[in-house]
T-cell receptor, first 116, second 113 residues
């Protein structure tokens, strides 16, 4: 069965500093990987997705994600954090094999707090 | 261009009551799903559907029923509400291929007393 782990409940970073939010995954087939962001009292917004063959994927609001097949990781990064980036971030995976192709499984989320 | 619409936004139930959370999408998406969000648990998949007339269980299906009579609608039914079902519920949909993202509704906050 597919699974996603986000090892950090919260990440604190100063404005202007680089940020990383970690995600590791487990699937049987090819992974389809996504990052979503949730602002308070809102639904989830799509940030970016893994594209086969691209180890560094760029997404919305200056975010990017680094895919590492050997470490089964898909870490979210941003070179310079903004206070407005403070939100809850979710990593998600869809298993590309058999009947599990459609199910998207989410991690437990990481709260990003950017201090001014 | 409404996307995924969920109603109601808020609901309070007493233990044992039943209710239906509504979800509709106007994007002709084949796949629809229901998640619940609880602190520290992330989003957990309750039920999903890959097309009209086809539904399947997710990670936490107990206490919930679904049906999919049309492509547009995917209601979630709580037959006998329990306090453990207090949560925020999200409906989401997408249309293939597998690297397509889910589109989410704005959620329903349910409290069971």
């Amino acid at each position: 069965a597919q699974s996603v782990a986000q090892p950090e409940d919260q990440v604190n970073v100063a404005e202007g500093n680089p940020l990383t939010v970690k995600c590791t995954y487990s699937v049987s087939g090819n992974p389809y990987l996504f990052w979503y962001v949730q602002y308070p009292n809102r639904g989830l917004q799509f940030l970016l997705k893994y594209i086969t063959g691209d180890n560094l994927v760029k997404g919305s609001y200056g975010f990017e994600a680094e895919f590492n097949k050997s470490q089964t990781s898909f870490h979210l990064k941003k070179p310079s954090a903004l206070v407005s980036d403070s939100a809850l971030y979710f990593c998600a995976v869809r298993d590309g094999s058999g009947g599990a192709t459609n199910k998207l499984i989410f991690g437990t989320g990481t709260l990003l707090a950017v201090q001014p | 261009n409404a996307g995924v619409t969920q109603t109601p936004k808020f609901q309070v139930l007493k233990t044992g009551q039943s209710m239906t959370l509504q979800c509709a999408q106007d994007m002709n998406h084949e796949y629809m799903s229901w998640y619940r969000q609880d602190p520290g648990m992330g989003l957990r998949l309750i039920h999903y559907s890959v097309g009209a007339g086809i539904t399947d269980q997710g990670e936490v299906p107990n206490g919930y029923n679904v049906s999919r009579s049309t492509t547009e609608d995917f209601p979630l039914r709580l037959l006998s509400a329990a306090p453990s079902q207090t949560s925020v519920y999200f409906c989401a949909s997408y249309r293939g291929p597998p690297n397509s993202p889910l589109h989410f509704g704005n959620g329903t906050r349910l409290t069971v007393t």
